[in-house]
Each structure stands twice: as structure tokens, then as C-alpha cells.
């Protein structure tokens, strides 16, 4: 079955950088898009950015542009996110997901396996 397996949470200073990562196993990892997700505290689930199966497309949610950038090695198995001028208000449970169905357009909606999840902390 799909396992995800995410890495690289901390606490970190405000303008501070992490770099997330997730690897993922039990199928074909270059034939499937890939996201993150996060969730803070008293809030939904929410997505952050995405990047197709060929990695020719990448999505963000429009608080995170220009500061996370999303990457894939899928000689690894492996998905990014690299998180610059980090702010307080990133401060969540971070996911990786990956969708059942593969090369398909990237989708901010369409995931259906999920990681365990990373404590990402900003402090301000």
C-alpha cells in the first residue's frame, strides 16, 4: 500500500528557513502528483502547494507564493517543501498526500493518501 513518510520539522525563528520532506513507497512514485497540506491549531485542513507527476507544474496557496517552493526527485522517491520567511501564521501540523489516480493534471482537492504529519513551529 502507499506509505508516506514526512521529515524535517522544528521550531525555527520568524524569517527563518525549514526544508520539509516527504518519501513516499508502495507504488510507482513518478506516475502520481504530489502536496502539502497543513493544519494549524482550532482550524481546517488547508492546502499549501503541489507539483505534478513530470514536475512541469507547481500550485501554491497565494499566502505561501514567492516564499515555499515545492520540488520532487522521483529518482528518490522523495518530495520538497522548502519554506523561506517563515511567519508565525505557518506555525501547523504539516502533511504530505498523494492521489489514487495517476498523470493527471495537479489539483489542489484531489488527494486521497496522507503522511503522518510534521509539527512545523514560527516563533515570532
Known amino acids: 500500500q502507499v506509505q508516506l513518510a514526512e521529515s524535517g520539522g522544528g521550531l525555527v525563528q520568524a524569517g527563518g528557513s525549514l526544508r520539509l520532506s516527504c518519501t513516499a513507497s508502495g507504488r510507482t512514485f513518478s506516475m502520481y502528483n504530489m502536496g502539502w497540506f497543513r493544519q494549524a491549531p482550532g482550524k481546517e485542513r488547508e492546502f499549501v502547494a503541489g507539483?505534478?507527476?513530470?514536475?512541469?507544474?507547481?500550485i501554491y496557496v497565494d499566502s505561501v507564493k514567492g516564499r515555499f517552493t515545492v520540488s520532487r526527485d522521483n529518482a528518490k522517491n522523495t518530495v520538497y517543501l522548502q519554506m523561506n520567511s517563515l511567519k508565525p501564521e505557518d506555525t501547523a501540523v504539516y502533511y504530505c498526500a498523494t492521489e489514487k489516480y495517476g498523470l493527471r493534471p495537479i489539483t489542489s482537492a484531489t488527494y486521497d493518501y496522507w503522511g503522518q504529519g510534521t509539527q512545523v513551529t514560527v516563533s515570532s
Open positions: 507539483i505534478a507527476y513530470n514536475s512541469r507544474s507547481t
